[in-house]
């Protein structure tokens, strides 16, 4: 998020409004800081997940999203409820935060989509290329690309609009220039978003295929034999169909979850933050375009954003595993009715065999059991694509 005046707790907001506020606000801070604490300490206390390459684009995303809540969520949350902003010089410097971290912690999900995408799409190359060396590389341009466009244009003041007053200390409303707004909208959102949108399509496409392949191998598993009636076989194929579908769903529903929620933290902040620069100064007696309580809503939707990344990309079963025991939770974790969300960080499974899958397709007609054996092994390994990335329900 970018900076702007105290919103809905401040100003002339009555005394049980800013106490509702800093509520809402503490809450928010709070389940931010546990959350984010949470996975860094499984992390850090587990080696089976320091040793997988891929637990270190979660792990960044958490780092991201736990500065998040210590350097640039309290500062706010203070002004909101007091109305003013109180820490005077150091407004600048809350601003470079503020970028710094919402952009890494928006080029860490990009991240995350593009390691899973190539995990899917090129499973034998992404085992040999995906050393901890180059996810450090790919970590390391995230961090390098939030770093340059906060602290260096706003510590040299590229980032103000030419009729912003940075004199008053009471007052951390740092207007942008059209110029930094747009570049570092695309940089810290668009063009990331876009490469989200195009990578998880590709891969619900690519999991649709194996769903697909799945159920075809089921059918021409199943019974079959000459004897059996017609109708048996087409019931069997009806229901093969309709677990098929449901798969289809269950990965549409997830990863739609997954960007649904970043899309809506995020998209009326960015929105906003291309608008604002293009709309005339505000006239005496005349409203803003967009008043600062609205800016600051928004604010706050996209800093929502790292309180729910934990649960959305840090939920599989290895780290769910690791949080009950740090809470020392077994029983209660275990027996829990709450919806078990299994957004796995992984998503990487299917490794292709076109030669086994030709031979099993001419083998399936004549030897049934050998056609039994090749689906159930194929089966096994395709269904870890949809594992990976369903949404399971313990009740279900």
């Not at 079959?224 to 990965?251: C, G, M, P, Y």
């Not at 902040?269 to 709309?279: G, R």
């Not at 006239?283 to 309180?307: K, L, M, Q, Y």
Request: hydrophobic residues 45%.
């Amino acid at each position: 998020g970018r900076s702007a005046s105290p919103g809905p707790g401040g100003g002339g907001g009555g005394l049980s409004l800013r106490a509702l506020t800093g509520c809402v606000l503490c809450v928010l801070i709070v389940s931010t800081l546990l959350g984010n604490t949470l996975v860094c300490a499984a992390v850090i206390k587990f080696r089976h997940l320091r040793s997988k390459v891929t637990n270190s684009f979660v792990i960044s995303l958490a780092v991201s999203d736990l500065f998040v809540a210590v350097l640039v969520m309290p500062w706010r949350a203070v002004s909101e409820v007091a109305g003013v902003w109180l820490f005077g010089r150091f407004c600048d410097t809350w601003v470079a935060f503020d970028i710094m971290c919402s952009t890494a912690s928006i080029l860490n999900l990009c991240v995350i989509s593009m390691d899973r995408y190539w995990a899917i799409s090129s499973p034998f190359k992404y085992e040999r290329r995906m050393t901890r060396r180059f996810a450090f590389l790919m970590i390391g341009v995230a961090w390098t690309l939030s770093i340059l466009i906060s602290f260096i244009p706003v510590q040299l003041s590229w980032h103000r609009a030419d009729n912003s007053t940075a004199e008053n200390p009471d007052d951390c409303n740092a207007s942008l220039n059209r110029t930094y707004a747009i570049s570092s909208s695309l940089i810290s959102f668009y063009i990331p978003v876009v490469i989200m949108v195009g990578t998880y399509t590709r891969i619900f496409r690519i999991a649709q295929t194996q769903i697909r392949r799945i159920s075809s191998l089921e059918r021409a598993a199943g019974p079959r034999a000459q004897n059996q009636r017609v109708h048996r076989a087409s019931a069997h194929d009806e229901s093969a169909l309709k677990t098929s579908f449901k798969r289809e769903t269950k990965v549409l529903k997830t990863l739609s979850i997954i960007m649904g929620v970043f899309v809506f933290c995020w998209l009326p902040f960015f929105v906003l933050n291309c608008v604002v620069p293009f709309c005339d100064p505000d006239r005496a007696g005349e409203p803003p375009c967009v008043s600062d309580t609205t800016f600051s809503i928004f604010v706050w939707f996209g800093w929502a954003n790292s309180s729910l990344n934990p649960v959305i990309y840090a939920f599989n079963a290895d780290f769910r595993k690791a949080f009950s025991t740090i809470l020392g939770c077994h029983r209660y974790c275990a027996s829990s009715a709450v919806e078990a969300v299994d957004f796995s960080n992984e998503l990487v499974s299917y490794h292709h065999d076109t030669t086994m899958q030709k031979e099993g397709a001419a083998a399936v007609g004549n030897h049934r059991s050998h056609s039994s054996m090749l689906f159930t092994e194929t089966r096994r390994t395709l269904m870890r694509v949809i594992v990976k990335i369903s949404v399971t329900n313990k009740y279900e």
